[in-house]
C-alpha cells in the first residue's frame, strides 16, 4: 500500500525522534568520557626567579625601548630592513605560514554542510525482436546532494582548533626566523666593520715595520753595522712578515663576511658591499631589576607552546574517534527518459533524507593505538618546551652575565691600547736620539698592535653579546615585538602535565 506524503513525513519525524535520543544517551555517555579524560594543568619548569640572577640590584629608571637603534648605525637599520623583504629563507618560513592558515581553513570546511549537484545524460541503444530492431533510450538525472557530519562531540571542532595552533606556531617560527635574520645581518655586520678597522691597524704597523727595516738596511749597506744589526735586521723581517700574515688573514675573513652578509640580503655573493661605517656604540644599558617573565613572549617558546596546545586537541580528537559519528544526507532531483527539460518539472521532483549513525566496534587495536601514539606525541612535546625554555633562560643569563665581563674586559684593554700606543711613540722618540735600540722599538709596537687589536675584538664581542641578548629576550628589554599579519596569541596557555607511562586510555 503507497504510503501519503503526511504519512512520509510521519515517519521521518518519528525517525529523527528516535535518533535525537541515541545522540542524547551518547552526549552523556561522551561528557563522561571527555571530562574523565582531561589532563590538569601544571608548571613546566618549575619556580623561576622573578629577575635575572646575572644582573645586579634593581634600580629605577626607564628601560631600553628598540634594539636595532639601540646602535645608532642608520645603514645597519636599511641593511635589516633590506633582509627581511629579500631573504629567501624567511620568504619559505612565510610561505609555511600561509600552508598552515590554508590547512586551517580546510579543517574549519568540514563543520559545515557539504553540498553538490550531479548532471548526467546517457543514450543506449538495444537490438530488440526477431528482426533485431533497434531501440534507442535516452536517459537525463540531476540531483543535489547534501552530506553533514553532526560535531556532537567537538571531535572535528577539536581537529580545527588543533590547525589554528599550528598557525599560531607557524607565525611564531616566522616571528623567530626574522628576529634571528635581522640578529645574523647586526653580528655580520660588525664583524665587516671590524675586519676593516684591524685591517687599518695592520696596515699602519706594518708600514711602521717596513720604516724600521729599511732604516737597518740602509745602516747594513753603510758599513755602520755592528754585531747586533743582524739580528736586528732577522727580528725586523719576521715582523714584517707576520704583519703580512694577519694582513692576509683579516683580508680573507673580511671578503668571506662581505659574502655572508650579502647572501643574507638576498644578493648574489659578490664580497662587494660597501663601507658601513665606524664601529657602532652602544647607548643603552640593561636596566637592572629586569623581569624574568619577559623571556615568555620569545617567539620560539610561543610557537613550542603552541605545539603542545594542538596536541593536546588532537588527542582530544582521538580520544573521541571511539564515540558514535552521527551524520545527516539528503537529496533532490529528477530522472527523465524522454526530454532533458523533464528533469525541471517540479511535479516529479524525487526527495530523500535520511540519518546515520555509527559506532567503532572492531578496529583490531588501530583507534587505542592512535591515541596512545597521540598521548606520547603530546608528551614529546611538553619535554621539549621545558627543554627548550631552560635554554632560553641560559641563553639570558649567559649574555646578561658576558655583558659585565666583556664590560670591564674593554675598559682594561682601552687603558692598555692607550698606553702601549705612548709607550710606542716614547720608545720611537727614543730610538732616533739612540737611546734604546731596535729591538725594545720592536717589542713595543708588538705590544702597541697587540692591544690595540685585541680591543678591536673585544668591541665586536660587546656588540654581538647584545644581539645576542636581544634574541635570547626575544626583543628589546620591553617593547613587544612586532608582529606579522595574524598576530601572536595572547598571554601563556597552561600546559597540561604528561601522562604517566602505563596510564589508561581507554577504547
Not at 633582509?83 to 620568504?91: E, R
Not at 715595520?209 to 727580528?235: F, H, P, V
Not at 714584517?240 to 694582513?247: H, I, P, Q
Not at 546515520?356 to 597521540?374: E, F, H, V
Amino acid at each position: 500500500m503507497r504510503e501519503t506524503p503526511i504519512e512520509n513525513l510521519r515517519t521521518i519525524r518519528q525517525g529523527i525522534l528516535v535518533a535525537g535520543g541515541l545522540v542524547a544517551i551518547f552526549f552523556l555517555t561522551g561528557c563522561v568520557l571527555t571530562n574523565q579524560e582531561k589532563s590538569e594543568p601544571a608548571a613546566m619548569v618549575g619556580d623561576l626567579p622573578g629577575t635575572w640572577m646575572g644582573q645586579g640590584p634593581a634600580v629605577s629608571g626607564e628601560a631600553a625601548v628598540g634594539w636595532i637603534s639601540d646602535f645608532s648605525n642608520d645603514r645597519l637599520v636599511e641593511l635589516v630592513r633590506e633582509a627581511v623583504a629579500q631573504n629567501y629563507d624567511l620568504s619559505a618560513t612565510r610561505e609555511r605560514v600561509y600552508q598552515a592558515r590554508e590547512r586551517a581553513r580546510i579543517d574549519a570546511a568540514a563543520r559545515i554542510p557539504e553540498v553538490d549537484y550531479r548532471l548526467g545524460t546517457s543514450r543506449s541503444q538495444n537490438l530488440r525482436g526477431a528482426n533485431f530492431r533497434s531501440v534507442r533510450a535516452n536517459n537525463f538525472n540531476l540531483a543535489l546532494n547534501m552530506s553533514w557530519e553532526v560535531d556532537v562531540w567537538g571531535r572535528v571542532k577539536n581537529l580545527r582548533d588543533a590547525e589554528l595552533d599550528q598557525v599560531t606556531s607557524q607565525t611564531n617560527l616566522f616571528q623567530a626566523s626574522r628576529l634571528s635574520l635581522a640578529a645574523n645581518v647586526a653580528k655580520t655586520a660588525f664583524e665587516i666593520i671590524e675586519s676593516e678597522k684591524q685591517i687599518e691597524l695592520t696596515g699602519r704597523t706594518l708600514k711602521s715595520l717596513q720604516t724600521n727595516l729599511e732604516i737597518l738596511d740602509a745602516k747594513l749597506e753603510a758599513g755602520d753595522a755592528d754585531d747586533r744589526t743582524a739580528l736586528e735586521i732577522s727580528l725586523s723581517r719576521a715582523d714584517v712578515a707576520r704583519a703580512k700574515s694577519n694582513l692576509a688573514l683579516e683580508q680573507r675573513q673580511l671578503d668571506g663576511s662581505k659574502r655572508t652578509l650579502e647572501t643574507l640580503l638576498g644578493r648574489y655573493p659578490k664580497g662587494t658591499i660597501d663601507r658601513l661605517g665606524g664601529i657602532p656604540t652602544i647607548s643603552k644599558s640593561v636596566p637592572a631589576g629586569l623581569p624574568s617573565d619577559l623571556l615568555l613572549r620569545r617567539p620560539d617558546l610561543l610557537a613550542a607552546e603552541a605545539q603542545v596546545d594542538a596536541s593536546m586537541k588532537e588527542l582530544a580528537a582521538s580520544r573521541k574517534a571511539l564515540l558514535p559519528t552521527f551524520a545527516i544526507t539528503s537529496s533532490i532531483g529528477n530522472a527523465s527518459t524522454q526530454e532533458f527539460a523533464e528533469i525541471f518539472d517540479l511535479q516529479n521532483l524525487v526527495w530523500n533524507v535520511g540519518q546515520n549513525l555509527t559506532q567503532p566496534l572492531l578496529a583490531g587495536g588501530r583507534i587505542r593505538a592512535n591515541i596512545r601514539l597521540d598521548e606520547h606525541e603530546r608528551n614529546e612535546l611538553i619535554h621539549s618546551y621545558a627543554e627548550t625554555a631552560m635554554t632560553a633562560f641560559r641563553e639570558v643569563e649567559t649574555a646578561l652575565a658576558a655583558e659585565r665581563y666583556l664590560t670591564q674586559q674593554a675598559e682594561a684593554l682601552a687603558v692598555a691600547a692607550s698606553e702601549s700606543r705612548r709607550a710606542e711613540e716614547l720608545s720611537l722618540s727614543q730610538y732616533e736620539e739612540g737611546l734604546v735600540d731596535i729591538i725594545t722599538l720592536l717589542e713595543s709596537q708588538r705590544r702597541s698592535f697587540d692591544s690595540q687589536s685585541n680591543y678591536l675584538a673585544v668591541r665586536l664581542l660587546l656588540l654581538q653579546n647584545r644581539v645576542d641578548l636581544y634574541l635570547a629576550l626575544g626583543g628589546d628589554f620591553d617593547t613587544p615585538l612586532e608582529l606579522p599579519e595574524g598576530g601572536l596569541k595572547e598571554g601563556r596557555q597552561s600546559i597540561p602535565a604528561p601522562v604517566e607511562e602505563g596510564s589508561a586510555s581507554g577504547e
